[in-house]
Antibody
């Protein structure tokens, strides 16, 4: 079964750091571009960051540039999001998302999400 | 403020047809494919439409979509109670640095 499972969310103080992980299974992880998408409580979807299958190409939203770093370890079928200098407005459910090739770049597989709460 | 513009809400009665619009610009909708996602309450989003108007396997043909210029729309016909959800459009944006952009989402209520 094709699956993405996030972990690492939790409560953190403003200015703190957190590292999210996403473990993939059921497909050849290294062949796929991956993204992080977040959703603040009661709000819409916001794209966070993109990483190509090789890890050579990375894009990030302006709202997280310089604070969040996306990375991957293809040997471990894992995607990461290192989040530093966290702010209240980073509070959200963070989804690990596969950018599918068959459906021409659609976000075809989503994890269940992990909640990050930034609060003092 | 989302880069793509959607109406915040839509409603219709069972059996009716409803459409949801998505407006962007030349750097996103106007030059790239549009995707639609459905998010049922308390769940992760699910792919509904890819490449402007294509349905993934398993998605009912009651869902259809189109794109013209810098605007796109999603139509749901034969509305059912289980269609009550949030719907999001998305597109790649060819701005200064590549990015994915979403609409703000449309909450569909089945009356």
């Amino acid at each position: 079964e094709v699956q993405l499972v996030e972990s690492g969310g939790g409560l953190v103080r403003p200015g703190g750091s957190l590292r999210l992980s996403c473990t993939a299974s059921g497909f050849t992880f290294s062949s796929y571009t991956m993204n992080w998408v977040r959703q603040a409580p009661g709000k819409g979807l916001e794209w966070v960051s993109y990483i190509s299958g090789s890890g050579n190409t990375i894009y990030s939203a302006d709202s997280v540039k310089g604070r969040f770093t996306i990375s991957r370890d293809n040997a471990k079928n894992s995607l990461y999001l290192q989040m530093n200098s966290l702010r209240d407005e980073d509070t959200a459910v963070y989804y690990c998302v596969r950018e599918g090739a068959f459906y021409y770049r659609a976000f075809d597989i989503w994890g269940q999400g992990t909640l990050v709460s930034v609060s003092s | 403020q989302s880069v793509l513009t959607q109406p915040p809400s839509a409603s219709a009665t069972p059996g009716q047809r409803v459409t949801i619009s998505c407006s962007g610009s030349n750097s996103n909708v106007g030059s790239n494919y549009v995707y639609w996602y459905q998010q049922l309450p308390g769940t992760a989003p699910k792919l509904l439409i890819y490449r402007n108007d294509q349905r993934p396997s398993g998605v009912t043909d009651r869902f259809s979509a189109s794109k013209s210029g810098t605007s796109a729309s999603l139509a749901i016909s034969g509305l059912r109670s289980e269609d009550e959800a949030d719907y999001y459009c998305a597109s790649w944006d060819d701005g200064p640095s590549g990015r994915w952009v979403f609409g703000g989402g449309t909450k569909l209520t089945v009356l």
